[in-house]
């Protein structure tokens, strides 16, 4: 069997290899710094630690207590709220508490966003009916009744008039905003009031945008009437894997807390909770400025494609306000294909970015598989030091491959090269451990 650790070590380098050569545009993505790897690596990955600090099941607990109390006050004052639950394993596993919270257990209902309009998968009847019976050992066994809110294809966002309607409609336990698309501040307190008036609450997946909103930018939903806020830590948050849930709600937290454990979780990854009380620390002395900059960067990569004859949505809005633009791609599906094929053409000359539903793909007749549509997201991009300069430069590396049809190979060197200056995370603190400086890189 050594020979299968051999074979592990080989894949992981070579994975390392060809993503230091890359450039990832992948939205939902991000990269951690080194401390952050130096936390997640620590003891705590071996243990375990059910229920809520100070009230723990097993023994071996006091620095592990210390570190998620750092944790979830770092996490209430980047997100200026009353309740921080850092427990959620994953933003879904955050999802899932909220609904088993807000919502009851007989036929509950919700509205939110459709999946193929942006929302999530974990918004889906499907998913959330399938959730709540894999996980519902706390009573909730029962799927939710879903409708969607009214989406307005040419501004990419929420249908205010429309969704108010269904909304009145509908008479949902829970209005969810947010998404997996997600280009411009969904209108949460338009919507929010509507949802008010027929006793909903409200709620917002901020899995996307939390570190652009933790940082000040995009919305605040917390202020603006949500009642929850749910996130995944390690999108534009960069911190490890893992997810969060908080709230304004005093009346709420002990129901919040309840239903995520003993319900949808046991341990909760304490190695990770150590790492994104790392990532907030960083982020709560750099994220001003480093949000600020994945914003900028996306509205420059933007404009940047757009005037090489790339189609980007949303240029009369200035293409977006968060870190994603989306790109049609559609025209060149007799030259080079959709977006799956644009998107394997991008990959052989190491760019990484994901293929996406447009909203004209559902009455044109795409798939999701092969969709007309490319999203594109600069958080990582710009934690390794690049500007609005070099999203004119990887702007050219799109026009060569799309539009000039030049040789992927010659292109994937010229990456290659590129990348050379952008191999250190900027927006951190430094490791105590040199060591982890070159974990990623072997
Ligand atoms: C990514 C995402 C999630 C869940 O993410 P995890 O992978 O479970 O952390 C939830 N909601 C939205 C809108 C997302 O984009």
């Known amino acids: 069997m050594k020979e299968k650790v051999s074979e592990i070590r080989n894949l992981l380098q070579e994975h390392h290899n060809w993503f230091i050569q890359s450039i990832p545009l992948i939205a939902s993505e991000n990269i951690t710094s080194p401390a952050v790897d130096e936390a997640c690596a620590s003891d705590f990955s071996h243990r375990y630690a059910e229920g809520w600090s100070g009230q723990r099941v097993y023994a071996g607990c006091k620095y592990i207590d210390k570190v998620e109390d750092v944790c979830m006050e770092l996490t209430k004052k980047y997100f200026d709220c009353l ?82 309607k269904v909304i009145r409609e509908f008479e949902p336990e829970l209005v969810l905003f947010g998404g ?83 319900a949808l979780l046991s341990n909760h990854h304490l190695h990770n909770v150590a790492g994104l009380a790392v990532a907030l620390a960083e982020m709560l002395e750099f994220g ?19 005037e090489r004859g790339l189609s980007v949505l949303m240029e009369h809005k200035g293409f977006t306000e968060s870190h994603q633009i989306v790109v049609d791609i559609v025209e060149h599906e007799k030259t080079i294909g959709l977006g799956g094929d644009i998107e394997k053409l991008l990959e052989s000359s190491n760019i990484i970015l994901n293929r996406n539903l447009l909203p004209r793909d559902l009455t044109e007749g795409r798939h999701y598989q092969n969709p007309g549509g490319l999203r594109i997201g600069t958080s990582e991009v710009t934690r390794l030091g690049m500007g609005k300069s070099e999203m004119v430069d ?35 603190f430094q490791p105590k451990n040199k060591a982890y400086e070159y974990l990623k890189f072997y």
């Open 83 to 164: 309740h921080a639950d850092v427990r959620p394993i994953s933003g879904v596993v955050a999802n899932l508490t909220m609904y088993n919270a807000l919502t009851s257990d007989n036929n509950g209902k919700m509205c939110c966003m459709s999946i193929i309009r942006g929302g999530h998968i974990s918004h889906g009847p499907r998913f959330a009916k399938s959730g709540r019976e894999i996980f519902g050992t706390a009573g909730t066994t029962r799927g939710l009744n879903i409708e969607y809110l009214a989406f307005d294809n040419d501004e990419m966002n929420l249908d205010i008039d429309k969704s108010a």
């Open 180 to 262: 997996s698309v997600f280009l411009f501040p969904h209108p949460v307190k338009e919507l929010g009031e509507v949802a008010k008036e027929v006793g909903a609450y409200v709620g917002y997946d901020a899995a996307h945008v939390a570190g652009l909103i933790g940082s000040g930018y995009f919305q605040d939903p917390l202020r603006e009437g949500a009642d929850v806020m749910t996130l995944s830590t390690h999108k534009t948050l960069p911190g490890p894997q893992h997810g969060t849930l908080v709230s304004n709600r005093e009346d709420l937290i002990d129901t919040l807390r309840s239903c995520a454990f003993p």
């Open 288 to 306: 001003k400025e480093y949000h600020k900059n994945v914003i900028e960067n996306a509205k420059a990569l933007g404009q940047a494609l757009n």
């Open 394 to 428: 990887i702007a050219e590396f799109f026009k060569k491959l799309i539009i000039e049809k030049k040789d992927p190979k010659k292109i994937k060197n010229e990456v290659a090269e590129f990348r050379k200056d952008f191999q250190e995370i900027q927006y951190c």
